[in-house]
T-cell receptor, first 112, second 112 residues
Framework: NAGVTQTPKFQVLKTGQSMTLQCAQD?????MSWYRQDPGMGLRLIHY???????DQGEVPNGYNVSRSTTEDFPLRLLSAAPSQTSVYFC???????????FGSGTRLTVV | TQLLEQSPQFLSIQEGENLTVYCNSS?????LQWYRQEPGEGPVLLVT?????EVKKLKRLTFQFGDARKDSSLHITAAQPGDTGLYLC????????????FGQGTRLTINP
């Protein structure tokens, strides 16, 4: 099992560009989430999903869109990148809300 | 404002010493999880505590959930350099159980 796979691992964007961070899991987990990690702030929830076709906002959703068309995939879209979105992004999945998350290895995004 | 406050934020000690990391909140949590994160990787789940007053041991690591389910601690006995990393607590609030919120983390360095 690969677990949670995130691509790309590194990305540099210019302000205003758009891109999609990919996340796929092969554990048949219902719950998936996107977090961003900034120095001194731990992990902050961007968006989450409790199953295919169901998504909701987290603590810091502005500037990001998500969709969940399949159980396996949960892409995160940046519509118009801003320097404030420079961060490390983690995708995570878990079977249901009473379990801990399995995290991907992250995408380091720099917006210049 | 962090829902979960961790202290200390940074801790550097010598190999063989004992240490305790705290995770506190004014909110009640249905459970709390502890993760460890190494540079360039995603967090890895160490333990989940569910019952108020619960104590769980993982080799030299002891985790405790407060009686009121508002706080937790991680105690490491005879710390080793391999314990170095970022320790994060996380929990789903009772009212919003699908959302897992994280503390800002404790960066632990064990010096040989």
């Amino acid at each position: 099992n690969a677990g949670v796979t995130q691509t790309p691992k590194f990305q540099v964007l210019k302000t205003g560009q758009s891109m999609t961070l990919q996340c796929a899991q092969d554990m048949n987990h219902e719950y998936m989430s996107w977090y961003r990690q900034d120095p001194g702030m731990g992990l902050r929830l961007i968006h989450y999903s409790v199953g295919a076709g169901i998504t909701d906002q987290g603590e810091v959703p502005n500037g990001y869109n998500v969709s969940r068309s399949t159980t396996e995939d949960f892409p995160l879209r940046l519509l118009s990148a801003a320097p404030s979105q420079t961060s490390v992004y983690f995708c995570a999945s878990r079977p249901d809300r009473d379990y801990g998350y399995t995290f991907g290895s992250g995408t380091r995004l720099t917006v210049v | 404002t962090q829902l979960l406050e961790q202290s200390p934020q940074f801790l550097s000690i010598q190999e063989g010493e004992n240490l305790t990391v705290y995770c506190n909140s004014s909110s009640v949590f249905s459970s709390l999880q502890w993760y460890r994160q190494e540079p360039g990787e995603g967090p890895v789940l160490l333990v989940t505590v569910v019952t108020g007053g619960e104590v769980k041991k993982l080799k030299r690591l002891t985790f405790q959930f407060g009686d009121a389910r508002k706080d937790s601690s991680l105690h490491i006995t005879a710390a080793q350099p391999g314990d170095t990393g970022l320790y994060l607590c996380a929990g789903p609030r009772i009212q919003g159980a699908q959302k897992l919120v994280f503390g800002q983390g404790t960066r632990l360095t064990i010096n040989p």
